[in-house]
């Protein structure tokens, strides 16, 4: 239907309301911004998605989506606390009310969309479980770790998968559980295991924060599917409006080429509906949302574009150093999509 063409006085005095009437922000958004603040929920330290650096500020992928809504939220990156959870308290810290939004590493599966009371958002990165062994074994196959002892974190998909992979094989391993990543790092170094399983990104951070990263090899085989999404509470529609389509908004400034350097000359110079609309030009988007106009304008011009943000934390001039692989843009043959900001 064309706007404006077939409509009745009262149906375009209704559109226009849409556009200028403010509604109720949510619960969570109306206490996120009575408290002066988001509260986002991270992984304790893995390098790539969430790490203190030396002057103890929390640096990653996670981290910056962290940062970027809170951008969009009050226009201020430090707008935010971070609190880091284990594998196993993540859930419940986000179900208690303990923090606002998820942003951990956190594979979206049905039975945590349906039995936790939570959901989970726009899937932002594709993983998949993998192992890593020492370079000197000459292990080439997962296969071949044959009573292996294995590290795994407690309260993560990858318990399952690995218990599922060698009882599938009829090959016996030997499980050593922790809390944390960072204490299955140092058993693994320290010979308590043979390998440590866990998804491959998770695997590149350790590794690149051993002492001697090229005595370690992550195996190639992959043997699960692990798609990274934000996780809230279930019962703010509001409130999941807004976390799922920043994300988008987040991709769709890499689908359109807007970057920190260029979206204020897009922003004024642009001609192309899709942009106008994404960098506040035209209003809608962000009052849709309860945002400033400029809400998305502000998260690219503080964080970057999704690409910016990968490559900051994984990019080749980092110790990380993985690939984007699926986590390329569609029209590059990956798997990340921004559905359409219109």
């Known amino acids: 239907m064309s706007w ?7 149906a375009v ?9 403010p509604a109720s922000a ?3 958004l109306d206490a996120i911004r009575a408290r002066g603040q988001l509260v986002c929920g991270i992984h304790t330290g893995v390098a790539g998605f969430a790490l203190p650096d030396s002057r103890g500020t929390w640096q990653g992928m996670d981290v910056d989506l962290c940062r970027g809504l809170a951008v969009a939220i009050f226009n201020d990156a430090s707008k935010v606390r971070f609190v880091p959870l284990s594998s196993s308290t993540r859930f ?3 179900g208690s009310g303990e923090i606002d939004v998820l942003f951990r590493t956190s594979t979206q599966t049905m039975l945590r969309d349906t039995t936790l009371g939570l959901r989970h958002a726009v899937t932002y990165f594709y993983d998949g479980h993998g192992f890593m062994v020492r370079a000197n074994l000459g292990v080439q196959k997962v296969a071949e770790l044959n009573g292996a002892t294995i590290c795994l974190i407690q309260g993560t998909t990858n318990e399952q998968v690995t218990a599922d992979y060698f009882r599938s094989i009829n090959v016996p391993f030997r499980p050593v559980v922790f809390e944390r990543t960072d204490q299955a790092s140092e058993a693994l170094s320290a010979g308590r295991c043979d390998a440590f399983g866990t998804d491959a990104s998770q695997l590149a951070g350790v590794r690149s924060s051993m002492p001697s990263p090229n005595d370690w090899t992550i195996l190639p085989e992959r043997f699960s599917k692990e ?3 934000a996780y809230l509470r279930r019962g703010d529609d509001e409130w999941f409006d807004l976390v799922r389509w920043y994300t988008y908004a987040v991709i769709e400034a890499e689908e359109q080429g807007i970057t920190r350097a260029n979206a204020e000359e897009r922003r004024r110079t642009s001609v192309n ?4 609309r994404l960098l506040g030009v035209t209003p809608e988007l962000g009052q849709s949302l309860k945002l400033d106009p400029l809400w998305a304008y502000n998260v690219v011009r503080a964080m970057g574009n999704y690409g910016e943000i990968y490559d900051r934390h994984f990019g080749p001039q980092t110790p990380v150093n993985l690939p984007r692989g699926p986590n390329q843009l569609w029209m590059n043959g990956g798997l990340i999509y921004a559905l359409p900001l219109r």
């Open 4 to 10: 404006g063409r077939g409509l009745t006085a009262a």
């Open 13 to 21: 005095a209704a559109c226009a309301a849409f556009f200028t009437t």
């Open 26 to 28: 949510g619960p969570t």
């Open 92 to 94: 419940t810290a986000l």
């Open 227 to 229: 798609p990274y999404g």
């Open 273 to 276: 509906p899709n942009t106008r």
